[in-house]
């Protein structure tokens, strides 16, 4: 098993931190792939990213919401979404997101979408090399 950055993630950062064995990078470009990415293959379901989180957006890939209920207010980051959003990260650095739409109290929404993202994103985009930069 793997565990799974969904569309709540704002870029924070907190999590690629604390996982030790460096399996979560950033996203790039963000406007196609605005969220961290967890490397399912090299993930060893630890949990110790979970907590980081100020988002709540990491789960283990069997427990991720297929019938999310938004709290009201939080932001999904999707691909092709165009709100906007600027914050800032773990360490105070600027965030700024041009994917994302803020959720309604009580809207349902499909968190599972996001779970094959994390796979793509290290079989088909860029993977580690992100982190080259
Ligand atoms: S801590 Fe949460 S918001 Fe930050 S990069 Fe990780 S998953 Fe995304
Ligand atoms: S569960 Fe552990 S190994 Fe997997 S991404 Fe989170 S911190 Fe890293």
Redesign the pocket.
């Known amino acids: 098993m793997t565990y799974i950055?969904?569309s709540?993630?704002?870029?924070?950062?907190?999590?690629?931190e604390v996982c030790p064995v460096e399996c979560?990078v950033?996203g790039k470009p963000q406007a196609e792939w605005p969220?961290?990415y967890i490397d399912p293959d090299t993930c060893i379901d630890c949990g110790a990213?979970v907590p980081?989180?100020?988002?709540?957006?990491?789960f283990p890939e069997d427990e991720v919401p297929a019938q999310y209920t938004a709290k009201g207010g939080e932001l999904i980051s999707r691909p092709g979404l165009t709100g906007h959003y600027e914050g800032t990260?773990?360490h105070g650095d600027n965030v700024v997101l041009d994917t994302t739409r803020a959720l309604a109290a009580g809207e349902v929404v499909d968190l599972t979408e996001d779970n094959q993202s994390n796979y793509d994103y290290f079989q088909k985009g860029p993977g580690y090399s992100s982190l080259e930069d």
């Open positions: 950055i969904t709540l993630c704002l870029r924070d950062g907190g999590c690629a979560i950033p969220l961290y990213c980081e989180c100020p988002f709540e957006a990491i990260n773990h």
